[in-house]
C-alpha cells in the first residue's frame, strides 16, 4: 500500500519559515520524481515544486520562487519543502505527490496524493 504522509505545517507569522516533510512507503522513493502541490481556500490546487528522482533537478512556481527550496533525502524515503519569508498568501493545504517521470507538472500525472498538511501564515 502506498501512503505519502506530509507534516511540518501549523501557524507563522509572516516572514517566518517553515519545514514540510512527506514520507513516502510502498513504492520505491528513489526512482520517484516528487512534488509539493497547495490548495487555498475557495481555489484550485496549485504547482508549487517538484524534484527529480536523484535531486539534481527541481522546479518552482514563480510564485515561491527565491522563497522556497525543495529537498529528498532517498536513504529517509523523504522529501522536504523549506518555506522562508512565508506570506500571507502562501497561506493553503500543502500536499506532497509523486510519478515516475519528471517532465510534466501536471496535476493528472501524479499517481499518489498525501492527505496534506495546513500552512496558515498570519500578518
Known amino acids: 500500500q502506498v501512503q505519502l504522509v506530509e507534516s511540518g505545517g501549523g501557524l507563522v507569522q509572516a516572514g517566518g519559515s517553515l519545514r514540510l516533510s512527506c514520507v513516502v512507503s510502498?513504492?520505491?522513493?528513489?526512482?520517484?520524481?516528487m512534488g509539493w502541490f497547495r490548495q487555498a481556500p475557495g481555489q484550485e490546487r496549485e504547482f508549487v515544486a517538484t524534484?527529480?528522482?536523484?535531486?539534481?533537478?527541481?522546479y518552482y512556481a514563480d510564485s515561491v520562487k527565491g522563497r522556497t527550496t525543495i529537498s529528498r533525502d532517498n536513504s529517509k524515503n523523504t522529501v522536504y519543502l523549506q518555506m522562508d519569508s512565508l506570506i500571507p498568501e502562501d497561506t493553503a493545504v500543502y500536499y506532497c505527490?509523486?510519478?515516475?517521470?519528471?517532465?510534466?507538472?501536471?496535476?493528472?500525472?501524479?499517481?499518489?496524493w498525501g492527505q496534506g498538511t495546513q500552512v496558515t501564515v498570519s500578518s
Open positions: 524534484i527529480s528522482w536523484s535531486g539534481g533537478m527541481s
Open positions: 510502498g513504492l520505491t522513493f528513489s526512482a520517484r520524481c
Open positions: 505527490a509523486t510519478k515516475v517521470g519528471c517532465t510534466s507538472r501536471q496535476q493528472s500525472a501524479f499517481d499518489y
